[in-house]
């Protein structure tokens, strides 16, 4: 078939086709001149080398940076820069060709020294990647850096950026480049910048400027900079203030939440039937445990929905436990209802029979249970303070617990029975309630909810057998400091030592403000023995 273009016209055609696919290719080329460096002998030529190369937009200097960075860069004996590739081939980013790899290449090595400018060029590279979390990290480095020289590349990489967020840290960072190098104005406003992002860490480049050398002069000379710096370390010291009471706060309710978890189980166990039960921690043990064992057939048979292994867990821990629980009710505690010395006796016994039983089975070493990943990572709030995923799922959980215990109580016939046991034994006895059918329903729920509780602490630290050595004296000062059967005070007392004890630790210490948590408790039944919430009825008797 003919051409309906005259042959002038489709040689025009054909070159506007090829020209932008060379022009699209010539984007990830470099100049000879600029690579040249990288073949000398001279640290301070690499340096010079790889800083250009931090300042060009071309996609292609990102590219041998990072090739550099995992030691694939090497030289010929002629001095040309080549790239490796995979099957014995290299890539000569200068002409874009792909060439055998010539006998006698060097790999180009990179020292501590080159390593500083090679990260500090990646960061300046990545500021034109086309991925938005590439950027926002390499923004992040530049940010720490506070180079003077990097305000050039930093103000070109603002002008195109169109994220905001990351224009936003591009500001921040284009702040700390110039408070040591642009002039008075610009020095002044970059203090005002780095004081409204709060960062802790640009404090000390502000307070540099506040000081004196050894002539008495102000590093800062000028004033109004220095003032502004002045305003900005306290805007930033307020923002830290905000920041470590909101995180003090957050993680003294996690806190609470884990404590309330392990204590609620001892709330019915101990609050509403009077049993000392020192193999109450074990219990959490187990819950633990199970969620172990449940992560591991997850992982042999549905590795698919391994996400979901901890749903799962949820129904196995309580069952489990709360067998364990009417099972060691039966056979051990329902003879010492009323002997409150030999129940806590037999009780330590038991649980260093149950601690010996999984060093036996599982051994001695801690057991690995990894977060699903709906739970793992957390959200950044106020610049710098992570909230985490897994505690913000267990504080919900925790209070999802106390709603379904709350209904059991107060909602169901179980819940009747036992608040009828509670307040009169003999009476209720009386009128036809299976009281010793009741005790073992009740005491296997109170140990369901410790696995619960064991499920929970699976995704916040170790599970080992001696996991739940650590929570037991815990459980018991929230359970007394709530007032014994008392839901509400649980709750309350929970939440309370949680975060008292989270404001005392950094002043104090882990274990002083454990200490100090505990001479409070110990005052204050001194004063109010029936805790924050008196019992009512004839067993406040």
């Known amino acids: 078939m003919k051409s309906i273009y005259p042959s002038w016209q489709r040689l025009l055609l054909i070159m506007l086709l090829i020209l932008p696919m060379h022009a ?17 002998d001279n640290n301070n030529e690499k340096i010079e080398s790889i800083t250009a190369l931090g300042q060009l937009t071309n996609p292609g200097a990102a590219a041998i940076l990072e090739a550099l960075g995992n030691d694939k860069v090497f030289v010929t004996t002629d001095g040309t820069i080549l790239i490796s590739q995979d099957g014995g081939k290299a890539y000569d980013p200068a002409t874009g060709n792909s060439i055998d790899t010539p006998a006698g290449a060097d790999t180009i090595t990179i020292n501590n020294r080159l390593r500083r400018a090679l990260q500090a060029a990646q960061a300046s590279a990545e500021l034109y990647s086309p991925s938005a979390a590439v950027r926002l990290a390499a923004v992040m480095r530049l940010q720490k850096e506070a180079d003077a020289s990097r305000s050039p590349i930093i103000s070109k990489a603002l002008e195109k950026e169109q994220d905001p967020q990351i224009k936003q840290a591009l500001k921040i960072a284009l702040a700390s480049s110039t408070i040591k190098g642009g002039d008075t104005a610009a020095r002044r406003q970059a203090a005002f910048t780095l004081g409204e992002s709060g960062d802790a860490g640009f404090r000390p ?60 189980g001892l709330a ?34 549905l590795p698919g929905m391994l996400d979901w292994y901890l749903v799962a867990a949820l129904p196995v821990a309580f069952l489990v436990t709360a067998l364990v629980g009417m099972a060691l009710e039966r056979t051990v505690i329902r003879w010492l209802y009323g002997r409150p010395l030999e129940t806590l006796l037999a009780t330590w016994g038991i649980s260093l029979m149950l601690m010996q039983a ?6 001695a070493q801690n057991v690995e249970v ?114 014994v059967g008392q839901l509400a005070g ?22 002083i403000a454990k200490i100090a948590i505990l001479l409070f408790i110990v005052l204050f039944v001194q004063k109010r023995p029936q805790g924050l919430f008196a019992p009512k009825g004839r067993s406040a008797e």
């Open 268 to 301: 019915i166990t101990f609050g509403l039937m009077g049993i000392i039960n020192m193999a109450h921690g074990e219990l959490l043990m187990i819950g633990a445990y199970s969620t172990y064992v449940v992560q591991s057939l997850f992982k042999a048979y």
């Open 490 to 511: 649980t709750v309350v007392a929970a939440m309370g030592l949680g975060m008292l004890n989270k404001f005392i630790e950094p002043f104090w210490g882990a274990v």
């Open 205 to 264: 480049i502000l307070a540099a400027m506040l000081q004196k050398d050894a002539n008495g002069k102000f590093n800062e000379p000028e004033n109004d900079v220095r003032l502004a710096a002045e305003t900005a370390i306290n805007q930033i010291d307020r923002h830290q203030t905000i920041v470590a009471w909101v995180g003090n706060i957050f993680f003294g309710i996690s806190l609470g939440s884990v404590l309330l978890l392990a204590a609620l």
């Open 24 to 40: 699209v290719m010539a984007l990830d080329l470099v100049e000879k001149t600029i690579l040249a460096g990288l073949a000398s």
């Open 358 to 363: 999984v060093r036996s089975f599982f051994g």
């Open 370 to 483: 990894a977060n699903p990943s709906w739970m793992s990572g957390g959200v950044t709030v106020l610049g710098n303070l992570v909230l985490t995923y897994n505690r913000m799922v267990i504080i919900a959980f925790a209070l999802c617990v106390v709603g379904i215990v709350w209904l059991v109580l107060n909602r169901t016939r179980l819940g009747l029975f036992v608040r009828a046991i509670t307040q009169n034994r003999r009476m209720a006895d009386c009128v036809g309630v299976a009281t010793g059918k009741i005790d073992m329903l009740a005491f296997g729920l109170g140990a369901g909810i410790a696995g619960l509780a064991g499920v929970a602490l699976s995704q916040l630290s170790n599970v080992g057998p001696d996991l739940g050595r650590g929570y037991i004296v815990d459980s018991f000062m929230v359970v007394v400091l709530g007032g």
